[in-house]
């Protein structure tokens, strides 16, 4: 039993903690939706029918129950560790979390043993007063973590149907593409970058090179996917402002520039987790001209056929590199030449090892990677294929 008191009103200086369910992100709203709206209201006249000092409000808008990893959530923590606030106020348990184990732990452990008082007002509960109500938290919280799995269940067939269907059910659409404003599951030609689209599936038609795209585009101060996807505040994708070889080749290996839904690539173990492990090829959901095509069939097929030669022969080259690396001592100049790998740009690469440091048979070798690394690798990736 944690030996927390009630003191009086002014003693406490209370953050409303307010979260909004990720299954409405998606949703156009002129500023915050209204369930945040909702919640704010009925904080904000606790607060001030009970007393309490008013010190900040902790938003999270979009984000599940099941993931503690939310900015808002995480800015209150530190300002309970600070000691800014130390009253806690939802509207509802449910609104703290939904993974009853832990919900439980904060509510039942972290809160008390730290002395913070935590309140929330649908179910009348507070950890600093012994009442009745507070023991039927642990139920609520198995409750609300059964929710959220069953809905998790529903959630995921309507997807599922929807998928088969050829409807875009992912949080943004192929680089080049859009939502059509009248049929958010139907994909439309971005008019400023499917431009940008055909440009590169033309360029590498006529036998330019990866490289050589890369820098026409870098050159061209072209946005890239991941800048664009950084429109909305609350991406957690990383973000990248400079093209690579490996945001090049991507596009033109993405099927869905024949106007075809590519789906189902990615799946969840579980609805708390948030890893996500790769599909088998052959279980992605393909449903065959959806939307306009940005590149001619015919043309994609083209270029996938030289992608593969490439990267076949790009593969051989590094096999043989790695059984040539393998009869290098472990010397000084072998750690700092992986170390290097990892770290410079191919051409710094070429002209520092060009030298006959490693013989003349591995300059060579080494040549004719660096090569094929310009056209279809990053330095990091050879580095980890040379070191299996």
Same mark, same amino acid.
């Given at each position: 039993?944690?030996?927390?008191?009630?003191?009086?009103?002014?003693?406490?200086?209370?953050?409303?903690?307010?979260?909004?369910?990720?299954?409405?992100?998606?949703?156009?709203?002129?500023?915050?939706?209204?369930?945040?709206?909702?919640?704010?209201?009925?904080?904000?006249?606790?607060?001030?029918?009970?007393?309490?000092?008013?010190?900040?409000?902790?938003?999270?808008?979009?984000?599940?129950?099941?993931?503690?990893?939310?900015?808002?959530?995480?800015?209150?923590?530190?300002?309970?560790?600070?000691?800014?606030?130390?009253?806690?106020? @939802?509207?509802?348990?449910?609104?703290?979390?939904?993974?009853?184990?832990?919900?439980?732990?904060?509510?039942?452990?972290?809160?008390?043993?730290?002395?913070?008082?935590?309140?929330?007002?649908?179910?009348?509960?507070?950890?600093?007063?012994?009442?009745?109500?507070?023991?039927?938290?642990?139920?609520?919280?198995?409750?609300?973590?059964?929710?959220?799995?069953?809905?998790?269940?529903?959630?995921?067939? @309507?997807?599922?149907?929807?998928?088969?269907?050829?409807?875009?059910?992912?949080?943004?659409?192929?680089?080049?593409?859009?939502?059509?404003?009248?049929?958010?599951?139907?994909?439309?030609?971005?008019?400023?970058?499917?431009?940008?689209?055909?440009?590169?599936?033309?360029?590498?038609?006529?036998?330019?090179?990866?490289?050589?795209?890369?820098?026409?585009?870098?050159?061209?101060?072209?946005?890239?996917?991941?800048?664009?996807?950084?429109?909305?505040?609350?991406?957690?994708?990383?973000?990248?402002?400079?093209?690579?070889?490996?945001? @090049?080749?991507?596009?033109?290996?993405?099927?869905?520039?024949?106007?075809?839904?590519?789906?189902?690539?990615?799946?969840?173990?579980?609805?708390?987790?948030?890893?996500?492990?790769?599909?088998?090829?052959?279980?992605?959901?393909?449903?065959?001209?959806?939307?306009?095509?940005?590149?001619?069939?015919?043309?994609?097929?083209?270029?996938?056929?030289?992608?593969?030669?490439?990267?076949?022969?790009?593969?051989? @080259?590094?096999?043989?590199?790695?059984?040539?690396?393998?009869?290098?001592?472990?010397?000084?100049?072998?750690?700092?030449?992986?170390?290097?790998?990892?770290?410079?740009?191919?051409?710094?690469?070429?002209?520092?090892?060009?030298?006959?440091?490693?013989?003349?048979?591995?300059?060579?070798?080494?040549?004719?990677?660096?090569?094929?690394?310009?056209?279809?690798?990053?330095?990091?990736?050879?580095?980890?294929?040379?070191?299996?």
């Amino acid at each position: 039993m944690y030996n927390n008191t009630v003191k009086a009103p002014e003693f406490y200086k209370a953050g409303i903690y307010i979260r909004l369910s990720e299954a409405d992100q998606g949703k156009s709203y002129e500023a915050e939706s209204e369930s945040v709206l909702n919640q704010r209201n009925i904080l904000m006249k606790f607060v001030k029918d009970n007393g309490f000092i008013f010190v900040g409000e902790y938003v999270d808008d979009g984000y599940s129950g099941t993931d503690f990893d939310r900015p808002g959530f995480n800015l209150m923590m530190e300002d309970l560790k600070k000691g800014l606030i130390n009253l806690v106020i @939802v509207k509802d348990l449910s609104r703290l979390g939904r993974d009853h184990i832990l919900t439980g732990y904060y509510v039942e452990n972290y809160f008390p043993e730290n002395g913070i008082r935590f309140i929330s007002i649908q179910e009348s509960y507070d950890n600093f007063k012994l009442k009745s109500s507070n023991d039927s938290v642990m139920f609520i919280f198995a409750c609300n973590d059964f929710y959220s799995k069953q809905n998790s269940v529903k959630i995921r067939n @309507v997807l599922e149907y929807k998928k088969r269907k050829g409807k875009f059910i992912g949080s943004a659409p192929s680089y080049g593409y859009m939502r059509d404003p009248n049929d958010k599951g139907h994909l439309l030609p971005d008019p400023e970058y499917a431009p940008v689209v055909k440009k590169i599936f033309e360029m590498a038609n006529d036998g330019v090179g990866l490289s050589e795209i890369t820098t026409y585009l870098n050159d061209s101060k072209i946005k890239t996917p991941s800048s664009l996807k950084r429109k909305n505040p609350r991406a957690r994708s990383k973000y990248n402002s400079i093209w690579t070889i490996s945001s @090049v080749k991507k596009i033109l290996k993405n099927q869905m520039y024949v106007g075809d839904m590519v789906q189902n690539i990615q799946y969840k173990r579980g609805y708390k987790t948030k890893k996500k492990l790769a599909v088998p090829k052959e279980n992605w959901i393909i449903v065959k001209n959806t939307h306009e095509p940005l590149v001619d069939r015919m043309i994609f097929e083209k270029i996938q056929d030289n992608i593969r030669a490439c990267e076949g022969e790009t593969e051989r @080259v590094c096999r043989g590199a790695a059984e040539m690396l393998k009869s290098v001592p472990h010397n000084p100049e072998r750690r700092e030449f992986f170390r290097d790998i990892e770290t410079m740009s191919p051409n710094e690469l070429f002209d520092k090892w060009t030298p006959v440091t490693f013989g003349v048979r591995l300059n060579k070798l080494l040549r004719n990677i660096l090569a094929k690394l310009g056209l279809y690798y990053t330095a990091k990736n050879l580095a980890a294929r040379l070191k299996k």
